[in-house]
């Protein structure tokens, strides 16, 4: 498809597990971010892409959050050691501009993630 | 640092009312501001957006200004429909990075 695809779309693990969560942007976008939302709020931002590398992480809450982008276009957030509060929904988004520009975002639907 | 308020819902109307949802922000220099919208099922997707001072956003009916004076840019439609039944987040982006506020749902009933 042309959009920008997220999976899986829903992931139960337990608390302690590893979880890899994929995001493939829409072909071309050279900037790629990961954002949280938990129920009630909006995104909250975790890390931006700009080709392969992170041009800010700032959002990453501790260091059992990772992402990277070998390739310049799939990413994956990985989370060590889950925990319940790491409940929420994932979005990835893509944009054709660098954050420079007031490009637009294009998201996925999200990965749902529950830690039990 | 960057920060997004908006008027806190739900908000329910009915057809053909006129709608008004507030956005403030708050800002190191020059941001540009967005309203994205999210259909029940779907993904965030771009409304309307402004890049600079007294810019006006326009889509789908809906219009938004950006007013630097009072570092708002508030969502308003003078017609709204069942189908605009939606999710309605203000942002602000600025080097790279969006902020978004918490969200407003909107229901529109026949």
């Known amino acids: 498809g042309a959009g920008v695809s997220q999976t899986p779309s829903n992931k139960v693990t337990e608390k302690g597990k590893y979880v890899e969560l994929r995001c493939d942007p829409i072909s071309g976008h050279t900037a790629l971010y990961w954002y949280r939302q938990s129920l009630g709020q909006g995104p909250e931002f975790l890390i931006y892409f700009q080709g392969t590398g992170a041009a800010d992480d700032s959002g990453l809450p501790n260091d059992r959050f990772f992402a990277v982008r070998p390739e310049g276009s799939v990413s994956t957030l990985k989370i060590q050691r889950t925990e319940r509060g790491d409940s929420a929904v994932y979005l990835c988004?893509?944009?054709?501009?660098?954050?420079?520009?007031?490009?637009?975002?294009?998201f996925g639907e999200g990965s749902r993630l529950t830690v039990l | 640092g960057n920060s997004v308020t908006q008027m806190e819902g739900p908000v329910t109307l009915s057809e053909e009312a006129f709608l008004t949802i507030n956005c403030t922000y708050t800002a190191t220099g020059y941001p540009s501001l967005f309203w994205y919208v999210q259909y029940p099922g779907e993904g965030l997707q771009l409304l309307l957006k402004?890049?600079?001072?007294?810019d006006k956003g326009s889509n789908k009916g809906f219009e938004a200004t950006y007013r630097k004076e009072t570092t708002s840019f508030h969502l308003e439609k003078g017609s709204v429909q069942v189908s605009d039944s939606a999710v309605y987040f203000c942002?602000?982006?600025?080097?790279?990075?969006?902020?978004f506020g918490d969200g407003t749902t909107l229901t529109v009933k026949p």
């Open positions: 942002a602000l982006r600025r080097a790279g990075k969006s902020t």
């Open positions: 988004a893509s944009s054709l501009l660098d954050g420079g520009a007031a490009g637009e975002l294009f």
């Open positions: 402004a890049t600079k001072a007294d």
